[in-house]
């Protein structure tokens, strides 16, 4: 069975600093889809980026990116110029291929907190 | 506006009482999720449904059962509730798949 690992509970940073927010994984899968959700204070689930394990390239939204090392089943979050709205719990998923491997799978999540 | 509908918000059951979540989608996906949300554990999947008609145990299905009767609605039930219960419920949906799901706004229940 997959599995998620979140090694850091809580994390902090500096407004306008950069942060990253470390993703460990567990799957015997070649293809699959990883995740990062953002949870706000207002309990909302946002989709924060996705990356597809076949691509090489790392993913990027705007001051988010990743580091996809797949030999390493490693997925952290980069979090440039951190903003006081970026505040959140921070959740990686993992999701393989097909019927019930198709379902997402989280860690247990980050808490970052953005101090100004 | 397009999304996940979840009913009610916050919910305070009485031990054994039963209740049941609704959660309805104007997306049109096949695919639909009951999360349950701890501290310190994430998120983990309770039911979830492929197609209108189908569902499936997730991780943690007991003491619940789910209804799929039309594309739209995906309810979960919990016949006697306990203690253990007490927990944020989310409800989502996927469309295409790979490209990760939409969530509803989330259930805070607390059994006492």
């Known amino acids: 069975a997959q599995t998620v690992t979140q090694s850091q509970p809580e994390m902090s940073v500096q407004e306008a600093e950069t942060v990253t927010l470390s993703c460990t994984y567990d799957t015997s899968e070649n293809n699959y889809y990883l995740f990062w959700y953002k949870q706000p204070p207002s309990r909302q689930m946002i989709l924060v980026i996705r990356?597809?394990?076949?691509?090489?390239q790392n993913a990027t939204e705007n001051r988010f990116s990743v580091n996809f090392q797949k030999a390493a089943k490693s997925f952290s979050l980069k979090i440039s110029d951190s903003q006081l709205g970026d505040t959140a719990m921070y959740f990686c998923?993992?999701?393989?291929?097909?019927?019930?491997?198709?379902?997402?799978?989280f860690g247990k999540g980050t808490k970052l907190s953005v101090k100004p | 506006n397009a999304g996940v509908t979840q009913t009610p918000k916050f919910q305070v059951l009485k031990t054994g009482q039963s209740m049941t979540l609704q959660c309805a989608q104007d997306?049109?996906?096949?695919?639909m999720y009951w999360y349950r949300q701890d501290p310190g554990m994430g998120l983990r999947l309770i039911y979830y449904?492929?197609?209108?008609?189908?569902?499936d145990k997730g991780e943690v299905p007991n003491g619940y059962n789910v209804s799929r009767l039309n594309k739209r609605e995906f309810s979960l039930r919990l016949e006697s509730a306990a203690p253990s219960q007490t927990s944020v419920y989310f409800c989502?949906?996927?469309?295409?798949?790979?490209?990760?799901?939409?969530f509803g706004s989330g259930t805070r229940l607390t059994v006492v």
């Open positions: 990356q597809e394990a076949y691509k090489q």
């Open positions: 989502a949906n996927q469309g295409q798949p790979g490209f990760g799901y939409t």
């Open positions: 998923a993992f999701m393989g291929y097909g019927g019930s491997q198709g379902n997402l799978i």
């Open positions: 449904s492929a197609s209108e008609g189908t569902t």
């Open positions: 997306m049109n996906h096949n695919s």
